[in-house]
Every structure is written in C-alpha cells, then in structure tokens.
C-alpha cells in the first residue's frame, strides 16, 4: 500500500482499501488505494461515497 500519512482504514471493498487521510491543508479527504501487487492505484476523494463508488468501479489490471 502506498504511503499516505495518518491513513484510517474505513473499510474494504474487495482489494480496494478505503480509508480517510489529511491532505497538505488539514482536511481529511477520503482515499481509495487498491492493495494489489503491482496495481499501485489509489485516489483522493472528497466524500466517503465517491471512494466507495471508484472502489467498486476500479478494475485491477493485475490478476
Ligand atoms: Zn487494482
């Protein structure tokens, strides 16, 4: 998983972790980070809901 600071698993949506973060200005953003080998796709969102719809929509390249 890549790193992002103070990162709070929220919940998991098959490989995807969601979880919430602080971006550079203090406010916590939602992050979708896909937790496979050599994926690497992760994502910042503004709400809990838009992760977890690019969470259920991600398609993982790796199989
Ligand atoms: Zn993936």
Known sequence: MPARENF???MR???VQIGTHRDRSGRTTYAAVCTADRCGWSADYSSQMA???AAR???CHVR
């Open 8 to 10: 709070h698993s929220v």
């Open 51 to 53: 992760a977890q719809l």
């Open 13 to 15: 949506i098959g490989p």
């Open 57 to 59: 929509t991600h398609r």
